[in-house]
Antibody, heavy 118, light 106 residues
Framework: EVQLVESGGALVQPGGSLRLSCAAS????????MHWVRQAPGKGLVWVSR????????KYADAVKGRFTISRDNAKNTVYLQMNSLRVDDTAVYYC???????????WGQGTLVTVSS | DIQVTQSPSSLSASVGDRVTITCRAS??????LNWYQQRLGKAPKLLIH???RLQNGVPSRFSGSGSGTDFTLTISSLQPEDFATYYC????????FGQGTKLEMK
């Protein structure tokens, strides 16, 4: 059974940093691209970042470019999102998702809540 | 970025109704259009990918159609568990989502 389990969400002050983790199981992790998608409270889904299967290619939404870094450790079956210079508008539930084949997301984690507030 | 616009933003319907949600892309995306269901407090679930391909395990009352810029998601006979929010998403370029359609019980 495919499982994605996010962790690392917390309350952090503006300007702070946080690292999210997404532990994967039930599939050949190093064969799939992975994504982060976020959802602000009461709002819609917004794509954040993706990483290819070996970690050599990454892409970011303009809103997080230069502040967030996606990475993966295929030995640990885990994808990460390092978030720096956090802003109030980064407050959201962050989901990791597996790429089905072309930027479409067939499995999602349960999400982890990041709250940026003073 | 390619924008995707869903309509309606909300919809009231009854169990057994046939429901259609539409999604329009700001430029052609061929068939790179996906549909998700999100129940309250839960993660999204992929229903349809590549415009019309039913994801494994999704009931056959869900169907998708369209190509180019105009797409539809149809639920042929609403069931109680279908009351949720639905999102379209284009995967032709950097992924973008529609704003969502909240399907409520009449």
């Amino acid at each position: 059974e495919v499982q994605l389990v996010e962790s690392g969400g917390a309350l952090v002050q503006p300007g702070g940093s946080l690292r999210l983790s997404c532990a994967a199981s039930g599939f050949t992790f190093n064969a799939n691209w992975m994504h982060w998608v976020r959802q602000a409270p009461g709002k819609g889904l917004v794509w954040v970042s993706r990483i290819n299967s070996d970690g050599s290619v990454t892409k970011y939404a303009d809103a997080v470019k230069g502040r967030f870094t996606i990475s993966r450790d295929n030995a640990k079956n885990t994808v990460y999102l390092q978030m720096n210079s956090l802003r109030v508008d980064d407050t959201a539930v962050y989901y990791c998702a597996r790429d089905l084949g072309w930027n479409d997301f067939d499995y999602w984690g349960q999400g982890t809540l990041v709250t940026v507030s003073s | 970025d390619i924008q995707v616009t869903q309509s309606p933003s909300s919809l009231s319907a009854s169990v057994g109704d046939r429901v259609t949600i539409t999604c329009r892309a700001s430029q052609t995306i061929t068939n790179y259009l996906n549909w998700y269901q999100q129940r309250l407090g839960k993660a999204p679930k992929l229903l349809i990918h590549a415009a019309s391909r039913l994801q494994n395990g999704v009931p056959s009352r869900f169907s998708g159609s369209g190509s180019g810029t105009d797409f539809t998601l149809t639920i042929s006979s609403l069931q109680p568990e279908d009351f949720a929010t639905y999102y379209c998403q284009q995967s032709y370029t950097t992924p973008t989502f529609g704003q969502g359609t909240k399907l409520e019980m009449k």
